[in-house]
Each structure stands twice: as structure tokens, then as C-alpha cells.
């Protein structure tokens, strides 16, 4: 065989080869997707069972009534409800000048939402820790408070800010309006037993970062995700500065190009997207490290840092 045709061969052979490593590495990473994605709501039914539906008496301390507002929901999209908006500021004054004066400076910044890290890990990796790490390296004298439950729904985090009870109702009610005879998930329906110490809000100077709706908590519906978000945010008493971080949910029920689409329509550009920011998964210790850097750096270009030091 002359060379060129040896070399032909040859070539033949290592491109078959690269295909096959190619396809092995394909079919690697998406078992370790879905193990992790198992893993993850193993956690979450662990952490939730203590979670109770409005009504339940069975939880002491954390008795609710499963009843929702006079005109509270009206019809959403691809079978959904849709929640109507009450609340004490109107969406065009979040990130917004308004003419309630000058923003005082913040004391520091609060995470709310979902901690993806397990046990111990969580104080070392999780993004929370990440940021308080940056920020004390760069010589900034914030704080950052922790706000976080693993495993824990939209609705619970809801409720852990102090917003009312009839409103919360007010979801799960739709919730199960939509689901009809179906089955919901614990977190579609149940809020958490809260501790005292989870209920203080000590956060009310700081910037918010909310990173919240991998464990579910709002029907699958994207809208509904940044209706809840803009409850809490309803909470601080400044709403020019905060960031809103999302990824998918752990049982894939919404991709992130559906999320993304409708965050950056409601919160443009106080919104971060996981997905555009790491190809890791987001309980992983490099997803955590780029979202911290990305919130980090966002502020910075909002302008909420200041003349913090070294910032």
C-alpha cells in the first residue's frame, strides 16, 4: 500500500476512534446529569418532609389554611393560573428611580433561595460563601447573610420572607386548581416548618440576590417563578437594587432557554443566567464559584458596590 493510502487508513482509523471516545463521553455526562438530578430530589424529599399542605394540623406551630383571596387567580397559560399582582410596589419601580428619595447605602448583601450544596460543603462552596470569600478578598467591608434551605420550595422561601399567608394560599390553590385529580408534589402544596430563627428578617438594609425555584414551588410556570420572586423583593424596603439568578429546575419540567426567555423579559438586567455562565450542573462546586462571580460582578456594573474598598 503506497503511503498516501496508508495515511488515508490511518486517519480513518483515529477519526472512527475520536467518535467512539466523543460518544462514551456523551453518554457519561448525561448519567452523571441524571444521578445528580436523582440525587438532588432525594434531598429534597428528605428536606421536605416535615413540609405540611395548608390545613394540616398534623405540623404543630405551622397550621395554615388552604384558602385563597377573593379574585386571587385568574387563568394562565398552557393550563396554569396566573396570580394576580396586589402588592405594595408596581413592577415599574423595581430597579427603577422613583421619588422616594435617595437609596441609603447597604449594609450588605442577602442571599435568598435554593442552596444546592450538601451539609458541610455548603459553608466551603456554596455560592453564598463563595461571595462572602471574594468580597473579603477584594477589601470590601459587606457582609453577606444567608438566607438559603436546601431542598426547600418557592412557597416556603415565600413564607420565611413575611409574605402573607392569603397570598401564599393564593398559589397553592391554583396549583391545585390545575392539577385537578393529579397528585401534587410536596412542594407544589407544603410550606416548610420554619424555625424562629429562619422567620428574623435581618436582611432589610441589604441587596437581595435571589436564586430560587430548583425544587419547584410554582407550577412549572415561568411567569409564576418571577411573580414569587417579586413577593419577596415586595419585602425590602428598597427595590432598585437586587439580582434575580436562575437554572432549571431539578426534574427538567422547564429547559433554560423557556426560563431565561421569561426572567429577562420581567427583570432584564438584573437577571443571571446559570446556563450562560457555566456548562456545569448547579449543584456543582464550579457552578456555585461562577454564579458568586457573576453576581459579584453584575453589582459592580449596576453600580450597587459603591466606593466600597478594593471594589
Known amino acids: 500500500m503506497k503511503n498516501g493510502g496508508l495515511q488515508k487508513l490511518l486517519l480513518g482509523i483515529v477519526c472512527i476512534l475520536l467518535f467512539i471516545a466523543f460518544s462514551g463521553l456523551l453518554i457519561w455526562s448525561k448519567k452523571d ?3 445528580e438530578a436523582r440525587r438532588l430530589q432525594q434531598l429534597s424529599d428528605e428536606q421536605n418532609v416535615s413540609e405540611t399542605a395548608p390545613g394540616d394540623e398534623k405540623t404543630p406551630g405551622n397550621k395554615r389554611e388552604n384558602s385563597a383571596p377573593g379574585n386571587s387567580t385568574r387563568s394562565g397559560p398552557a393550563g396554569t393560573s396566573e ?17 422616594r428619595g435617595p437609596v441609603a447605602e447597604a449594609e450588605g448583601i442577602v442571599c435568598w433561595g435554593d442552596d444546592l450544596i450538601n451539609g458541610e460543603a455548603s459553608a466551603t462552596y456554596g455560592y453564598c460563601a463563595v ?9 470590601s467591608p459587606l457582609t453577606v447573610i444567608d438566607k438559603t434551605i436546601q431542598g426547600g420550595g418557592t412557597l416556603s422561601m415565600m413564607t ?13 390553590a391554583a396549583h391545585e386548581a390545575a392539577a385537578g385529580d393529579a397528585e401534587l408534589y410536596i412542594t407544589e402544596k407544603g410550606i416548610r416548618d420554619l424555625t424562629p430563627e429562619q ?6 438594609k441589604c441587596i437581595p440576590v435571589i436564586f430560587m425555584g430548583y425544587y419547584g414551588g410554582w407550577n412549572h410556570d415561568p411567569a409564576e417563578l418571577a ?11 428598597d427595590t432598585k437594587r437586587f439580582i434575580i439568578a436562575g437554572t432549571r429546575p431539578v426534574d427538567g419540567s422547564v429547559t433554560s432557554d423557556a426560563l431565561d426567555s421569561m426572567m429577562k423579559e420581567t427583570w432584564g438586567e438584573h437577571y443571571i443566567s446559570l446556563a450562560e455562565i457555566t456548562e456545569s450542573a448547579a449543584s456543582t462546586y464550579e457552578a456555585q464559584e461562577a454564579l458568586a462571580e457573576a453576581v459579584l460582578e453584575r453589582m459592580e456594573t449596576l453600580g450597587y458596590m459603591g466606593d466600597q474598598t478594593g471594589i
Do not use: C, H, W
Open 199 to 204: 422567620l428574623e428578617r435581618n436582611d432589610l
Open 227 to 237: 411573580q414569587q420572586q417579586r413577593k419577596i423583593l415586595e419585602t425590602f424596603p
Open 160 to 172: 420565611m420572607a413575611g409574605v402573607p399567608e392569603d397570598e401564599v394560599s393564593a398559589f397553592i
Open 33 to 35: 446529569d441524571a444521578t
Open 83 to 99: 396570580i394576580t399582582e396586589p402588592g405594595t410596589a408596581d413592577q415599574e419601580t423595581f430597579g427603577e428611580e422613583d421619588d
Open 131 to 139: 461571595l462572602r470569600r471574594l468580597l473579603a478578598e477584594s477589601g
